[in-house]
């Protein structure tokens, strides 16, 4: 049977879209303090934010009225219609954050405006219990008591304490990062877990994640199409698996974004399902061209340029960390200062060259697996001969993979041809490789077999033609293929993603001598 919903239980549904759970409130709060002027916030909480939380700020305040105002549905002082979402410059403007967290706990506000006296107001479930008469300085403070005392269902997914807090402790990072011009302080049952003072960027960033991380990162500024980008961007040589940090701001809003995601990573040349950056980027963008009101908590935004954004952060990102300038040695976050210059092989595998600034040492497979890939996709392969033909017996599946894959064989420089039944005569091979046995070419059919794009088999043959580990060079080979390497657009990394070298400045060697 279909039933009309009453209206306590279509406010409590609703609230639930906006707050979530403790961390919800705590955003949406501390949004409020700043978009209220606050210089400093302090936000306390005690079971993981179900039982308890209070965030006090040195803001604007509110009077009497106004106070009374707050906290019912769709009342704001942001906006004042549809198109004002377009010049929007608060982070909040619905109306609804403190009606949907009054409608799910027992909430209290005091708070003072300027040439007024403080007012005090307790709210149980969106009713109010008291009104009254509270001195205090300007500024407010809310806090919020048992939530989700009235919707039991959603309190008992609620995760622990534990992981409750570490959220609320997430947001209030993301905060302080977008805002080092405020004061941040934060407790967890009486204990103090972050204190911050007003700061620089760069400090914040500092305070936050400890100077071990901020090394391994440059700073990036760029302007162009009305996107004024900046923040930090990893050093190439520091991608890693995991223990990254990602966090993207855009007018001062901390979002998820894919397509901001997506144009970073791109830019780094590289495939990174294993290896992926770091960043902390803040986008200042014309507040007409996004759109803010997407999400229920306001967690996304929505571009109306995304081909424009996209390019403009790709493009950024690519000239700090040197690739596709024009030129040999890239101008990038090493600061290179340097023509490199070999002066050892260690074990047939690495090679050492100095630099103005230290040592580089140098992959050198994959330093040549990256040579041999951007040639591989700039020009046409070619064909050198064999001096003798290669005579080749197939499997029955062998020979099935070879019928599939004799036209791409061909493209890449190889000429075959049947030589009888389940037989093959290889004549040519690409000029990317040095030599072919029997075996090589069927680890090849076997490796190509269901690689689709062609750069999947770039990939493949710049690592078959590579210079392998132990493979002895002289002093004028290391240095053909350091120039070459930095003639490449992606210096860095090999075709697959794997580092081609690394950098020890001589700071970081005095450092870990204790110098």
């Excluded at 759970?21 to 705590?26: A, D, E, G, H, T």
């Excluded at 400093?40 to 009225?65: L, N, Y």
């Excluded at 919020?144 to 807090?165: G, Q, T, W």
Aim: proline share 3%.
């Amino acid at each position: 049977m279909i039933v009309i919903l009453d209206d306590d239980t279509i406010q409590k549904i609703a609230a639930g879209e906006v707050v979530e759970r403790p961390v919800s409130v705590v955003k949406e709060l501390v949004e409020n303090s700043i978009d209220a002027g606050a210089k400093r916030i302090s936000i306390s909480f005690t079971g993981g934010g179900k039982d308890f939380i209070s965030v006090a700020d040195d803001g604007g305040g509110m009077t009497e009225e106004d106070a009374k105002l707050s906290y019912l549905s769709h009342s704001t002082s942001k906006i004042g219609s549809i198109e004002d979402i377009k010049t929007l410059s608060t982070l909040g403007f619905r109306g609804e954050a403190l009606s949907s967290i009054a409608r799910v706990s027992i909430m209290e506000i005091h708070t003072k405006k300027g040439g007024t006296g403080g007012a005090y107001l307790r709210i149980r479930g969106g009713n109010i219990e008291e009104v009254m008469p509270k001195p205090r300085e300007d500024g407010t403070t809310v806090t919020v008591r048992n939530l989700f005392f009235n919707v039991p269902a959603r309190r008992k997914f609620l995760k622990s304490d534990y992981a409750e807090a570490e959220k609320i402790k997430t947001m209030i990072t993301a905060t302080a990062i977008a805002h080092p011009e405020i004061s941040f302080s934060l407790f967890h049952n009486q204990n103090l877990v972050l204190h911050l003072e007003k700061n620089t960027s760069e400090e914040r960033i500092n305070e936050l994640f400890g100077d071990e991380v901020t090394r391994e990162m440059i700073y990036i500024e760029h302007e162009k199409n009305g996107i004024n980008l900046s923040g930090y961007i990893s050093l190439p040589q520091y991608l890693k698996e995991r223990g990254r940090l990602e966090y993207i701001f855009v007018n001062k809003r901390h979002i998820r974004n894919g397509l901001i995601r997506s144009a970073v990573k791109n830019a780094y040349g590289i495939p990174t399902r294993e290896r992926s950056p770091s960043f902390i980027l803040d986008l200042s963008v014309d507040k007409k061209i996004v759109d803010v009101n997407v999400h229920p908590r306001k967690e996304e935004v929505r571009f109306a340029a995304e081909n424009l954004v996209y390019g403009t952060i790709f493009e950024a990102v690519r000239k700090r960390i040197g690739i596709g300038i024009e030129g040999g040695i890239r101008e990038s976050g090493y600061e290179w200062e340097m023509e490199p210059t070999a002066f050892w092989q260690l074990h047939d595998s690495y090679i050492f060259a100095q630099t103005k600034t230290g040592v580089l040492i140098l992959d050198q497979h994959a330093a040549h697996e990256r040579i041999l890939y951007e040639r591989i996709m700039k020009e046409k392969p070619a064909s050198q001969k064999l001096l003798f033909p290669l005579i080749v017996v197939l499997s029955a599946k062998e020979h099935e993979i070879f019928m599939r894959l004799k036209d791409t064989l061909i493209k890449f420089g190889f000429e075959v041809e049947e030589f009888g039944e389940r037989t093959i005569r290889i004549i040519s091979i690409s000029s990317f490789l040095k030599d072919i046995t029997e075996d090589e070419f069927r680890e090849i059919l076997y490796e190509i077999r269901d690689a689709k794009p062609f750069s999947d088999i770039a990939r493949i043959l710049a690592c078959r033609g590579a210079i392998k580990q132990k493979e002895k060079l002289s002093p004028e080979e290391m240095n053909a293929l350091i120039d070459n390497l930095f003639a490449t657009e992606n210096p860095y990394f090999c075709p697959h993603g794997r580092p081609t070298m690394i950098k020890w400045s001589i700071e970081e060697l005095a450092r870990r001598f204790g110098r």
